[in-house]
Nanobody
Framework: QVQLVESGGGLVQAGGSLRLSCAAS????????MGWFRQAPGKEREFVAS????????NYADSVKGRFTISRDNAKNTVYLQINSLKFEDTAVYYC???????????WGQGTQVTVSS
């Protein structure tokens, strides 16, 4: 069974940085894409960034371009999200997910809380 475990969240001051990790286990094959999403209080979950396992091409939401960087470590089956220049509006629960076949995101982690203080 596929399991995704996020870590690295916390409380950080505006302007600070965090690196989130998503460790995947139980994979029988590498998914087509891994993605990060976030959900702020009272808001819908939104796409943040994604990376293709093969080739490593990336995609970002406009709101995070230039501040967030997604990367992967194939040997560790781990995906990272480097978050710089944190803003108050980045406060959310961050989730990673697999998109096994390039269609829908099918497996989700439990999320890690990122709270940005002013």
């Amino acid at each position: 069974q596929v399991q995704l475990v996020e870590s690295g969240g916390g409380l950080v001051q505006a302007g600070g940085s965090l690196r989130l990790s998503c460790a995947a286990s139980g994979l029988t094959f590498r998914p087509y894409v891994m993605g990060w999403f976030r959900q702020a209080p009272g808001k819908e979950r939104e796409f943040v960034a994604s990376i293709k396992w093969s080739g490593g091409s990336t995609n970002y939401a406009d709101s995070v371009k230039g501040r967030f960087t997604i990367s992967r470590d194939n040997a560790k089956n781990t995906v990272y999200l480097q978050i710089n220049s944190l803003k108050f509006e980045d406060t959310a629960v961050y989730y990673c997910a697999t998109n096994s076949y390039g269609q829908a995101y099918d497996y989700w982690g439990q999320g890690t809380q990122v709270t940005v203080s002013s």
